[in-house]
């Protein structure tokens, strides 16, 4: 099949996806706003400034097969409608649905506050996509239920092809280590829950790693002299890497760490791309109040799920178990096996 791909910012859950079908053989190119590693793998990548950039590079694309559209912004579904003939469907890696819940949206609303739950453009883009691909079962019932969505899904989370495990590990640092957004306070306080991100704040963890002399590793792309004052005092800062060496950098620690210690609805639903990262690193992922990626630790025996940073402080030593079965399953999950999950949804829309 042809098939174009078209994101934003071009996160790693695309080439996670797009890597395999290459190596199956199919004809997959790229449309994306920004640079990006693994630009070299497609059969043509076309960097967009603006709308007009974009959707002109889709209109390209006219013979194509599939139109796999990656949000978030999820505004590239109907722009693709408008120019292709062929399947659009809509990769959900996120949904402001999933980051708060209607109470807590009423709550703020009456109580004069501002909060973003559901938005015009992403219930636009649900219901016009011909299949909807969803990083987790919980996700897809969330959305599914809300916009009350009738056309194929699938589920397939963010796996890492196995191409990019990773063999050859780096010094040994141990550790709680964290990839991923992290924000400030100032990012999220005033609007707590409108804008989302108030689940990436991680001065929680910190403050209690520190406390028990726990060495908390953040790699979450960030150098900024906000981000430094503030989380420079109460953990360790690495800096950026592209990604193929972020999975180098994250095999030297002995857990890392997918959830929270301040809960939130997003992460009761999330099966994120770093749950799979640490896999492919060779790291044993420790879940605290994330449900789904619970789930997925209890049903493998990969990880562990705990209640607290005190809870992980007494399990420390359970990383070696855990690493040897890790070690050993860790075929089971990657992208390649299970892409035909994807395969099948393009099916049931052509």
Request: proline share 4%; net charge negative.
């Amino acid at each position: 099949m042809k098939i174009v791909m078209v994101s934003g910012h071009s996160c790693i859950r695309v080439h996670k996806i797009a890597l395999p079908l290459i190596d199956l053989g199919h004809e997959v190119h790229l449309i994306a706003g920004k640079n990006t590693n693994f630009s070299n793998l497609y059969r043509t990548f076309h960097h967009y400034h603006d709308i007009i950039q974009c959707t002109e590079a889709i209109r390209l694309h006219r013979d194509a097969d599939i139109v796999h559209c990656h949000n978030e912004p999820s505004w590239f579904v109907y722009a693709a409608k408008e120019l292709v003939d062929c399947p659009v469907i809509l990769d959900a890696h996120d949904s402001y649905l999933t980051r708060s819940t209607s109470d807590e949206h009423d709550a703020a609303i009456d109580a004069g506050q501002p909060h973003v739950r559901v938005t015009a453009e992403e219930r636009a883009a649900f219901q016009a996509a011909d299949g909807i691909n969803f990083v987790s079962e919980t996700m897809r019932e969330t959305v599914v239920s809300e916009f009350g969505l009738t056309q194929p899904v699938s589920v397939l989370p963010s796996f890492v092809p196995r191409g990019l495990y990773r063999y050859h590990f780096k010094e040994y640092l141990g550790g709680l280590c964290y990839e991923g957004r992290v924000v400030t306070p100032d990012q999220h306080e005033a609007l707590r829950g409108a804008t989302g991100s108030h689940y990436c704040d991680y001065t929680d963890v910190a403050q209690r790693t520190r406390a028990i002399d726990m060495d908390f590793h953040l790699y979450a792309g960030r150098e900024d002299s906000a981000f430094q004052d503030h989380y420079g005092p109460i953990a360790l800062i690495h800096r950026g890497y592209r990604y193929d060496r972020l999975l180098d950098q994250i095999s030297r620690h002995d857990w890392g760490l997918v959830g929270n210690t301040v809960p939130s609805p997003q992460w009761s639903v999330a099966m994120p791309n770093k749950l799979f990262d640490y896999i492919a690193a060779g790291v044993p992922p420790v879940v605290i109040q994330a449900w789904e990626s619970e789930r997925f630790v209890d049903q493998t025996g990969l990880g562990i799920a705990v209640a607290s940073i005190d809870d992980l402080a007494k399990r420390w030593s359970d990383h070696e178990d855990c690493r040897r079965r890790l070690l050993k399953d860790r075929q089971k999950w990657t992208m390649d096996a299970h892409i035909d999950r994807l395969l099948n949804l393009y099916r049931e829309v052509l």
